[in-house]
């Protein structure tokens, strides 16, 4: 065996020191290796805890040669919202390749989840679908967690079974699993008696990760010794984001407040859900965060999560835009629920009644009005509309639209108007409020604004060029866009 595989199976092992000696033994025979070779050098450094000599190596490594291997480290070094279009662009070069998808499905599931969007359960599944290693499946149930709808007593079982495996790694990411899940569960002595037997095997990569769960369930003394632990090794973006969060989450008053600020301006853009938990602490402090995550980040959660990050108090919005989890309410429901919230002022019936079946039929409408009014909803007639109606993000966004407000209209704007409908209203909506939003950015957007748009509607090539042409030639940004400005440009024959 090539001593680059047998650098790789030695990690996967967790024998740090003995996959150093397998690269440094290597003599690569080809840029894809050496590319390779540098990679994993990057990675041994981010298990030590250096993220900026991770993220160095990871690029220099896809300038060399951008394989599947070196493009999964260079998403996971930069940025998430970087690392979530270079994966992407990755995703389509390595189609018909099942363990390169499943390896690229998972660096962008974790991408995502740092972004805290729900669409990371998705790209986990496939990751486990390609390739069921203990990894993969692991990193589902983990995201089953936040976004998903599995039993947690199905999680709990199933992630037991990785308890004893051989490896150090894998038991470690079981064992985060299930102290997340007995947290969920409201059990913090079960999640406690875990992570006291993980302890000893937490070493400088792996400390930052566990800072939270241990600020939340460990004895004080025990979450101190493991902080300063954490605080001996290089830090930035989410570990110490992370750090800053355990330190607030353990301290009292004025001080917890500043860690707990500050730990929120970090997690924000690096680890979106623990900044939800910030964000909730501060809340409960009677301290207010500028642009706060929760309206549009917390309807994607489970119950027991958003319990678990942001507290019962949390009002419960209606989610519309972007790929939502299930509602109670049937689809047709929602669909007349997102006209009704749409059009404020109201709706003769026949209109309505079209736009929802494509044909005036006021029969089906009263009877669905009816059920909807069974659910507590006032619905006043001549003209049709809602008299109390629900907090949503759709009408959070029209109305940050009308204010010019583009930085909030973005937050929200998770992802189209109940994609899978094919009502006909619902559909011309659909496409009136993604193309006023796109004229606005492109109108007065800023490059920011522009970039996340365009991230997040992925395959709009007038986006795409808009930002190539902004952006300026020393811009990290600047080759993920080429690539895929270059990549559209040839399927749409342009």
Known sequence: MEPLHLALAALEEGKEREALAWLERASPASRAEAAEALALRGFLLARRGDLKAYRALAQEACRLAPTPLTLYHLGLALPPKDGVVTLEEALHR????????ARLHLALAIALERLGRPEALAHAALARLKDPSPWTRLHHLRLELFFGSLPLPEILEEAEGFLPHEFPGVRLLAGHTLALAHLLRGNPQRARTLLQGLLPLLGPGSLASFLVLGALALKPLEARLLLEAAQAHPQEGWPQGFTLLARGLLERGEAAKDLLLSAHSLLRKDG????????????????????????????????????????????????????????????????????????????????LAEALYGEPNLGALKVLLHRLRQRGFRISCAPYRLENPPPSDLAAFRQALFQGDLRGALALYQGPLLPWSEAPGVEALREELEETLRQAVLARGTLEDLYTLAQRLGEDLELWEALLERLPPEDPRRPIAQARVERLRREYGV
Do not use: C, D, M
């Open 272 to 351: 979106a859900l623990y900044a939800l938990l910030a964000e909730a602490r501060l809340q409960a402090l009677g301290v207010g965060v500028e642009a706060p995550l929760a309206p549009h980040l917390g309807p994607a959660l489970r119950p027991e999560a958003r319990a678990f990050l942001l507290g019962q108090r949390e009002e419960p919005i209606l989610r519309l835009l972007g790929a939502a989890p299930t509602h109670p309410l049937s689809s047709k429901a929602l669909e007349a629920l997102a006209l009704l919230l749409a059009y404020p002022e109201g709706q003769k019936g026949e209109a």
């Open 94 to 101: 390595f189609r018909w390749n099942p363990r390169a998808e």
